[in-house]
Each structure stands twice: as C-alpha cells, then as structure tokens.
C-alpha cells in the first residue's frame, strides 16, 4: 500500500510517500520562513497563498524523485488540525479532489498525533505503551501513549509553547524567525552564563508547564541590557537550559511515576540539540526516542505514517472539509 502525506498546518508545505513494507519512499518540505521571517511570526493569509502556489509543483517533484505515478496511490493523509485555518484548508481541498480524481479515500490526521507517532518511523521497534513530550510552536504538552489511538494527557502548558517562547525571546535578542535554532546557534558559543533565569514549576507535583512569566522576565533582562554577541550567548544559554531542565525535570518524573520506561519526545523543539544530549545523560532508567531529524519539524512523512497507522481502524471517506483548528486529541 502506497500513502501520500500532505502537511499544510503552518509554514511548511510537507509532501510525503510511505510505503506499507519499505517505508518512506521520499518526501519533500518546502518552508516559508524567508516569507514570514520579517514579520517574526506567521503571517496566515501569506502561509495560505503559498501553500496553494507550492502543493502541486511539489507533488510532481516528488513523484518524480521516486518514480511512482499518481495512479500507484492507494490513500491519502493530510493534516485535518490544528493548525491555522487558510493552510489547513489549502491542504484539506487538495487532498480530497485529487482522491476524488484518483477514486481513493482521504484520510484526516491529526498533527499532534503525528509528531508523537513520527519517532517509530524509524525506530521499528518502538511501540506504545510510551510516554510523550510533544514539543512544538503550538503546543508543549505530556500525554500517556497507551496504544495507536488512546491516549490520555496528563500535563500541557497552561499558557505559551516551549516553541513560542523560543521565537519570542529570540525576536527580542534581534535574532531571526524561527528562534529555537537561533537560540541554540548562540548558546553554544558559551559554555556558562552569568544570568540565572527561573526555572517555572520545576517543583510543582503535576506534569502541567508554564512559560510566559519566563519570556516576560527574560524580555525585561533584554530591555535592561546594552546588548552584543557575549551577552546575548550568555541570555540564550540559560534561558535554554531553562526551558530545557523543566522539560526534562518533568518528563523523567512522569516515567518514574508512572512505571513507563519507554519515553518520546517529539515537535519541532525535540529538534535541539543540548536537549535530545541533557535527555540522553540524564535519562537514568527510561530510554528515550526522538524522530530522525528531519522529521522533527513540520513535515509530510509523519502524515503519511500516521496515515498507515490510522487505515488500519479508520477509514472515512466524505468529500466534506472540516478542519479543525484545534486539536480533536486534545478535547
Ligand atoms: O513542530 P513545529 O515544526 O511546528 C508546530 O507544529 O508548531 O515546531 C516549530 C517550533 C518553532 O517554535 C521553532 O522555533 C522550534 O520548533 N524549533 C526549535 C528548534 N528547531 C525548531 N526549538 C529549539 N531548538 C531547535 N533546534
Ligand atoms: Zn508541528
């Protein structure tokens, strides 16, 4: 069975094709940042329009890279929410004509869903029950993975994402969108820092997070402060190490708790680097997984997986659109 994956949540137009026995057969992620990046943010009418531009073009290259035709397809995923409404609807219009034309099903995924499932692409082996920390732009959150489709979340951020926070703070340091890999960049050229950033309900008994009172203090250090290279390395690496020991603090403790070895971690924040290393050394008795990189980020190869798992028990087949912009997962 061969399924294409179709991302368009945010700013990364993400084409997939999964084989059932072989896998993934290729993928493509075209990103807008250079779009976005001047405004620091996505800009959602901006995200739709280039969706639109991009998804038919990037599906001919990538039918072309692994030399299928469309009419070998036997299903299509794509990302039903949450995400921003014009590029979810880009995606959810695209992938329900061309089943239609094709005369196979469309399946709906949900992005969260998948960003926690894209770690057993590769790790063949990995299966639930697990623990999950997805860690995105839009949600940062700790679910209990029982099987392929129940799941029960067990702490969230009460207020902004890990990935928000990064974007946010970097805007302030006069780093560019999006600020996880420019924190990182800058971080690494220190290896200490005179700054001693909270570290917010490392404490507290529950698995719940909270990031915002963080960014409005590190936004008011960054107001104070004649800035340049050295101390913006310094503000960087402890506002990571910050956000980086919480994460940990409370993931670990969840495994602990509830007697599950098996960990996850998933989004485009498990793409950093010091913390798939800190997860690694400070892992004691849980072992920890994390997707390739390339499928940490936004992406259309965990669609299409997510699209395999999800043909197994569900198959609708409506020619309806109904994105979601918030999570059904989560609900
Ligand atoms: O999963 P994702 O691509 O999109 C959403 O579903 O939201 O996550 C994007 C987020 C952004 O906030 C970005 O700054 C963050 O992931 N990110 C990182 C890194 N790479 C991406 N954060 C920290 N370190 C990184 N290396
Ligand atoms: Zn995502």
Not at 25 to 48: D, M, T
Not at 195 to 212: E, L, Q, V
Not at 303 to 313: C, E, F, H, P, T
Request: contains cysteine; hydrophobic residues 40%; neutral net charge.
């Amino acid at each position: 069975m061969i399924i294409l994956g179709i991302e368009s949540s945010c700013d990364e137009t993400g084409l997939a094709l999964y084989h059932s026995e072989r896998g993934i057969l290729g993928h493509i992620v075209n990103s807008q940042h250079n779009i976005h990046g001047k405004y620091g943010g996505v800009v959602p009418e901006l995200a739709s329009r280039d969706h639109v531009l991009k998804l038919v073009p990037l599906l001919e290259e990538l039918l072309n890279q692994v030399e299928i035709q469309l009419k070998n397809i036997d299903l299509i995923a794509f990302t039903n929410g949450p995400g921003l409404l014009g590029p979810l609807l880009t995606g959810a219009s695209f992938a329900k004509s061309l089943a239609w034309s094709l005369n196979i099903k469309a399946i709906e995924i949900d992005h969260l869903e998948a960003h926690i499932f894209s770690a057993m692409i590769s790790e063949k082996n990995l299966k639930p029950p697990f623990i999950s920390l997805l860690v995105s732009g839009g949600h940062t959150m700790l679910s209990l993975i029982k099987n392929n489709t129940q799941h029960e979340i067990i702490g969230k951020t009460l207020d902004d994402s890990a990935g928000e926070v990064f974007d946010k703070v970097a805007r302030h340091l006069g780093l560019s969108y999006p600020g996880g890999p420019e924190i990182s960049k800058m971080s690494e050229k220190t290896k200490s820092s005179s700054y001693n950033f909270p570290r917010p309900m490392i404490n507290t008994k529950c698995y719940n997070f909270s990031f915002s009172g963080l960014k409005t203090h590190v936004t008011q250090v960054i107001n104070k402060t004649e800035l340049n290279s050295e101390i913006i390395s310094e503000i960087a690496f402890d506002f990571e190490n910050s956000i980086i020991d919480v994460l940990i603090s409370k993931t670990l403790k969840a495994s602990k708790n509830l007697k599950i070895k098996n960990i996850v971690v998933a989004g485009g924040v498990s793409a950093n680097k010091k913390l798939r290393e800190r997860f690694d050394k400070e892992k004691s008795d849980s072992i920890v997984y994390f997707p390739d990189l390339e499928f940490s980020t936004d992406n259309g190869a965990m669609i299409a997986y997510m699209g395999w798992l999800k043909s197994k028990v569900d198959l609708t087949n409506s020619l309806e659109i109904t994105p979601h912009p918030s999570s059904r997962f989560i609900s």
